[in-house]
């Protein structure tokens, strides 16, 4: 099993930034893909970015051009920039981990856009 701490959320202007972290511990086996999700008030969780050991990256439609996901193999860390929020990006943000027979989450960070 993967232990996933996240940091970096919070409350920021439409408009601001904010970069996520997201370090993973505890696994034996490589961490084959790590992501970010999200989950708003009365919605279902949803994929925000996602990045392959290899570096090949995968974005929603809503967050391309204005988040970037980024990962440090040898901290087992990924990251997510994001930039030009706004209100419709407020949620909860999980990390996700997954190796070839595990499927992780962290606790969630919330991340609040005010207009």
């Known amino acids: 099993q993967v232990q996933l701490v996240e940091s970096g959320g919070g409350l920021v202007q439409a408009g601001g930034s904010l970069r996520l972290s997201c370090a993973a511990t505890g696994s034996g086996f490589s961490i084959a893909l790590m992501g970010w999700y999200r989950q708003a008030p009365g919605k279902k969780r949803e994929l925000v970015a996602a990045?392959?050991?290899?570096?090949?990256?995968n974005y929603a439609d809503s967050v391309k051009g204005r988040f970037t996901i980024s990962r440090d193999n040898g901290k087992n860390t990924v990251y997510l920039q994001m930039n030009r929020l706004n209100p419709d990006d407020t949620a909860v943000y999980y990390c996700?981990?997954?190796?070839?027979?595990?499927?992780?989450w962290g606790q969630g960070t919330q991340v609040a856009v005010s207009s």
């Open positions: 990045i392959t050991r290899g570096g090949t990256t």
């Open positions: 996700n981990a997954k190796t070839i027979d595990t499927n992780d």
